[in-house]
């Protein structure tokens, strides 16, 4: 599986991007989808997940209620809406598919990645 990510890109805080993940394959219906994020210096930290069907999703506290995920598998395609960006959402954005079709939080648990979108958030 091959994942494109697209979307990323410089804004002002409290504004908006939509990230976007292709995937190369037609099986992606079958596996559970996450975004990630890396800030210089620090540990990839999950940002989203979402299962096989996008019935069940997942948000840490520090991004719940403003990033919104959503897969289109007729597409091949998980998008993660960001609304009200903070400078703190500054880093590298990556897609990942999981090994199974599970809302999966841990790195660990992703077989594919993408190659990364910058979101920069200038204050």
């Known amino acids: 599986v091959q994942l494109q990510a697209s979307g990323g890109g410089l804004v002002q805080a409290g504004g908006s991007l939509r990230l976007s993940c292709a995937a190369s394959r037609r099986t992606f219906s079958n596996n559970g989808m996450g975004w990630f994020r890396q800030a210089p210096g620090k540990e990839r930290e999950i940002v989203s997940a979402i299962n096989w069907s996008g019935g069940s999703t997942y948000y840490p506290d520090s991004v719940k209620g403003r990033f919104t995920i959503a897969r289109d598998n007729a597409k091949n395609t998980v998008y993660l809406q960001m609304n009200s960006l903070k400078p703190e959402d500054t880093a590298v954005y990556y897609c990942?598919?999981?090994?199974?079709?599970?809302?999966?939080?841990?790195?660990?648990?992703?077989?594919?990645w993408g190659q990364g979108t910058l979101v920069t958030v200038s204050s």
């Open positions: 990942a598919a999981a090994r199974t079709g599970r809302a999966s939080l841990s790195p660990s648990e992703y077989s594919y």
